[in-house]
């Protein structure tokens, strides 16, 4: 019962999966017991009232829709893959993102879903296969360990790097951050902080150096400024010189980066009171053109 914890102010998104339904087929279904809504940024993305449960609603059970907030919904978006791109989802578990991702390229094309922990890469390959995701290659592997000169990286477009953060953002209505390493006051005391800014900050500079990446979207579901935008402006060098700025996912959306780093504006955050979540999501971007050819 402890784990039954939610905010019931907080609007109940789900998201459609729409390799297994279409939008219009969704709401219609949802809505013959509850009011639903198109969200007004994210395609495929519905709102229905604070509170609902749809834990054990057949299109939950079934995998036609995942029930998946607004801000975890935007970090693909803002990946922006294409039909038939290779990608790597660099931190894949549990595979929200994952197969979000391979809804938006149509089940068209590759997605390498690389989890280092054992458990959960079952709890990602479950996520894979409820979704119809069949594109989805699940690797149990360090992100770190992955050659970016390796051949079978050699065309892989854009990567979503979602990597373990404080989860200080996030209101405790999933399990997962009520996990003791989830729990601790404020999101985790100062070396805790400093050490998951160091792997993030690798783990950045690692997604950056892959030859033929064009876009990389970086996201937690921290408030931290040390695992947000400091992290950001400590690689800003490294990825200028490989040929990457920052680009601006969402514009119309008002809540931007903290103004402690150049380009703060490009930055989006979401507030964990007013947005009911905080997250925070960086994207770089650079021409295929403009890939240092000395790579
Ligand atoms: N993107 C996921 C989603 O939306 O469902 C959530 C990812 S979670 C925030 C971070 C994940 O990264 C955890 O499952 C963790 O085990 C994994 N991880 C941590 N270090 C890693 C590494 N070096 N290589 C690959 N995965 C790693």
Redesign the pocket.
Known sequence: AQYQIYDVKKPRYVRVNTLKMDVETAMFELGKENAVQKDDMIPDLLVLPPGTDLHNHPLVTDGSVFM?GKA?CM?AVALGPKPGWEVI??????????V?VAALMKGEGKIVA????KD?VKR?EH?AKLAGATNVEVLH?????LNPKDQLYSKVRAI?L????S?SGTVADRL?YLLPSHTSGDGGDESRLVKLAA?QKK?LIHALSFPSVERVAY???SVHQIENEDVVKSVLPVAASYGFQLSTPFPQWARRGLPVVEGSQHLLRTDPVEDKEGFFIALFTRNATHIPETF
């Open positions: 998946q975890s970090v989802d660099a931190c894949a578990a549990p595979g929200n993102k994952t979000h690389c989890e280092l922990n959960r990602l996520t592997e360090d992100f770190l360990n979503l979602d990597p373990s953060c989860g997962d792997f783990a996201s937690t579901c």
